[in-house]
């Protein structure tokens, strides 16, 4: 289920050590904090400690503010850093997106319906072919068109934007651009891009009218943070799905794409909820 509308989350992460759960179940039950749900991971690899907590104050003295002061001297053993999240809070969110509609489509019912706690005060394109849905849902449209040339000068008005809306997630609703290092570096960490998943991987044009030529038995979707490794940052979250030779070109792409939708869905909620910790190159998902 999703998270419970009136819940604290609280996330932490710190080096492995014995009594890690303990500081932090032990302080709920103190602090008369009652716990809906609970999830604890040790990474024995990279020997690091995470835990998320949904959690409903029993208490009518509850603040962040309290719960920070008390709660720091028991984290400080640990080298524990930790976040609160209050109920009702919503990611500030732009969606970035260039022709392919069934995405950001997907996202704005979602939004419209409740089903994602995201504002979307912005999206923005590099064509003008979606701006009477974004119209629709009174969500103001920028077409910035891009070439070589001008990628830097785009690039430039994409971090303003973002800055003068105060976004704290973009996502890229196959935004059919490579983004730039520089920019992949300004995003790392609070972005999240879509892409097929295709074996053997089929790149450029048309990708599923190649997997078709070649027989493909399955198509799938990936959702990931951007990095500078193209398509290669942290995994969030996928989706797959058998084929077979009756399926054609056609068919691949509409599989493909109700794929593509429901595994952005999944991975801009999982952060959104506060449900993904980032290891290295890795993520820690408590997904539900």
Not at 223 to 250: F, M, R, T
Request: proline residues 6%; hydrophobic residues 40%; glycine residues 4%.
């Amino acid at each position: 289920m999703s998270s419970l509308p009136d819940s604290w989350i609280f996330t932490a992460s710190c080096p492995s050590q014995l009594g890690t759960v303990d500081v932090v179940t032990r302080f709920m039950a103190e602090s008369k904090n009652y716990v809906d749900e609970i999830h604890s991971f040790d990474d024995r690899v990279g020997k690091r400690f995470f835990i998320r907590i949904e959690f409903q104050p029993q208490g009518d003295d509850f603040s962040a503010e309290n719960f920070d002061s008390h709660f720091a001297p028991r984290a400080a053993e640990f080298d524990m850093q930790w976040n609160l999240t209050p109920p009702h809070h919503r990611e500030r969110v732009a969606i970035l997106v260039s022709k392919f509609d069934h995405c950001l489509n997907d996202l704005l019912f979602r939004h419209r319906t409740g089903q994602l706690n995201i504002d979307v005060p912005l999206i923005i394109s590099n064509h003008p072919d979606l701006r009477s849905l974004a119209e629709w849902h009174g969500i103001p449209y920028y077409h910035l068109p891009v070439t070589p040339e001008t990628k830097p000068k785009q690039e430039a008005h994409i971090l303003d934007l973002l800055a003068q809306y105060d976004i704290s997630l973009v996502v890229l609703a196959r935004y059919m651009q490579v983004l730039s290092p520089q920019m992949c570096d300004k995003l790392d960490g609070w972005a999240i891009n879509i892409h097929h998943s295709l074996l053997p991987g089929f790149k450029g044009a048309r990708p599923y009218h190649q997997a078709w030529e070649k027989g493909v038995k399955m198509v799938g979707a990936t959702a990931h943070y951007v990095n500078n490794d193209l398509d290669e940052g942290p995994i969030i979250s996928q989706g797959i799905q058998s084929v077979d030779h009756a399926h054609y070109p056609e068919d691949l792409v509409s599989k493909g794409q109700d794929i593509e939708r429901i595994t952005l869905f999944n991975a801009v909620r999982y952060h959104v909820e506060k449900r993904v910790f980032l290891s290295g190159k890795r993520t820690v998902v408590f997904s539900n």
